[in-house]
């Protein structure tokens, strides 16, 4: 079963425009870490940001902001006033345990800005 | 500066030949990773390392094999029995166990003729 789920596979918006990479998890375990990571076209993997299990403040990072919700099992990832240097493939991620065997990517979502 | 260094950037091969895919890392980590991407897709992990001298299969290490001799590298070979080796090949290091973000390199781009 996929623990990870980004239901939106491929996003465009206009510049300046707000958008919203939604990002699910599956896990029974208390403990756990949640990431996400940007890949631009260059290929290489950018990593944004890590939130455990008990920490559930919405963190806000300049035009990025992320919202996570226990409740849900969400883990939402929004741009605000998006650019065109935003254009990537944008990666959730799970860690339930500190074995990689217990780390899982999402299947990612592509989000092109145009101009 | 700190960082992953992936060599080469692109790679050819013909078939049936092996390859070796560089990944060297100065952030002191002890985990190391390789992941494959296919156009379109995900990363699917290959192999991974937690320490000198010992690593452990991913999802996808039939035709594939690896080394970790030192701390600060983890080269990958790809062998003449990976059937679909064309993809984009990922290498990653972490602190230390999978709770901590991993740090990737710029990847190659093999491609066999």
């Known amino acids: 079963a996929q623990k990870v789920t980004q239901a939106q596979t491929e996003i465009s918006v206009v510049e300046k425009e707000d958008v919203t990479l939604d990002c699910v998890y599956e896990?029974?375990?208390?403990?756990?870490?949640l990431f996400w990571y940007k890949q631009p076209p260059s290929g290489e993997l950018v990593f944004l940001i890590r939130?455990?299990?008990?920490?559930?403040q919405n963190e806000i990072s300049g035009r990025y902001s992320w919202n996570f919700q226990k409740s849900t099992s969400s883990f939402n990832f929004t741009i605000t006033a998006s650019q065109v240097v935003d254009s990537a493939v944008y990666f959730c991620?799970?860690?339930?345990?500190?074995?990689?065997?217990?780390?899982?990517f999402g299947p990612g979502t592509r989000l092109s800005v145009l101009p | 500066d700190g960082g992953i260094t992936q060599s080469p950037k692109y790679l050819f091969r013909k078939e049936g030949q092996n390859v070796t895919l560089s990944c060297e890392q100065n952030?002191?980590?002890?985990?190391m990773y390789w992941y494959r991407q296919d156009p379109g897709q995900g990363l699917r992990l290959i192999y991974y390392?937690?320490?000198?001298?010992?690593?452990q299969k991913g999802d996808i290490a039939e035709g594939y094999s690896v080394s970790r001799e030192k701390k600060e590298s983890f080269p990958l070979t790809v062998t003449s029995a990976q059937k679909n080796p064309t993809a984009f090949y990922l290498c990653?290091?972490?602190?230390?166990?999978?709770?901590?973000?991993?740090?990737f390199g710029p990847g190659t781009r093999l491609t066999v003729l």
């Open positions: 990653a290091s972490s602190i230390s166990d999978s709770y901590n973000e991993q740090f």
């Open positions: 896990t029974r375990d208390t403990t756990y870490y």
């Open positions: 939130r455990n299990s008990f920490d559930e």
């Open positions: 991620a799970l860690s339930e345990g500190p074995y990689r065997q217990n780390f899982v």
């Open positions: 952030l002191n980590h002890d985990a």
């Open positions: 390392s937690q320490i000198v001298n010992d690593f």
